[in-house]
């Protein structure tokens, strides 16, 4: 089978009809995509720029998750928004790419368990108006210990409810499984954010991620919305690049982000300097590609 059958067939599962997130009453505007799954349908209860919680997930390992919290944020931040990561990742990738430890504490973990409040979790990192919650090593216990807790995916959320408003913007930067971090990060998220790497497969994740946030929606929060699907990594000189975005485009109509991130060395490589692209090399096609979806996001000019 050509990739580009391939890639037509994984993006046929993930039009499987999804009860939560059309649950709003809302008739599907198209065959292909379920109407609340459009970015400007009724599920979205807010524009984007009304949104204050954003989940970046995909189960789907490195498809630009923390690259696209840590610089998007950063750009929110450099708009004049008042920006916090919250890195629910035992990775702490974001936590490292922002120059911090990888133990630095107090943490995500500690407000999880309970041993402080969100507000004395929050470090300054060295971008102005971005303040990050680090990850913690104990996170790596936290997806078995959570279970054994009732009421534990609700723990972020309420957490992060008294700093709703101190921040525009929170991102929460999530691992790459459906597991008990990410179900409280699409717990204490009004939208969600899926990056999708341009290639064949990356694909292979979105139908099992759009229908983890219908769950998420259904039995825990309803307010819960796709923000939209970013195309990352892209590759616009490849016929396999260009194919996956015309799919993904045609497949979801109004829920792919006009935004595409390239793919930029720039990027990849700003984590080991400890700052986001936009400070590490502003002047980059990454950076510029951050600072459009920063605009797109905050609604800004
Ligand atoms: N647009 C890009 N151009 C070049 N490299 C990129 C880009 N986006 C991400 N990368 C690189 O690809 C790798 C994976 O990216 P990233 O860590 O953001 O993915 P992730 O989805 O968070 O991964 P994980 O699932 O492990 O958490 C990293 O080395 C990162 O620097
Ligand atoms: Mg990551």
Known sequence: MSPRARSAEVLER?????????GRGVAARSRRAPAALS????????KLS????????????????TTTAVNLAAAVAAAGHRALIVDIDPQANATVGLGQPRALSPNVYDVLCGACDAEQAIHETPVDRLWLMPAGSGLVGASVELPTVPGSERRLHDALAPLRERFSFVLIDCPPSLGPLTVNALVAADSVIVPVQTEYFALEGLAQVLDTIGLIQREFNPRLSVGGLLLTMHDNRTRLGRDVERDVREHFPGLVFDTVIPRNIRLSEAPSFGVPVTLHAPFCAGSDAYVALAREVAGDG
């Open 50 to 65: 009304d949104v204050g919680v954003f989940a970046i997930a995909n189960q789907k390992g490195g498809v630009g998750k």
């Open 39 to 46: 970015r400007g349908s009724a599920a979205r209860t807010a």
């Open 14 to 22: 993930s039009e499987r009809p999804q009860p939560g997130l059309v």
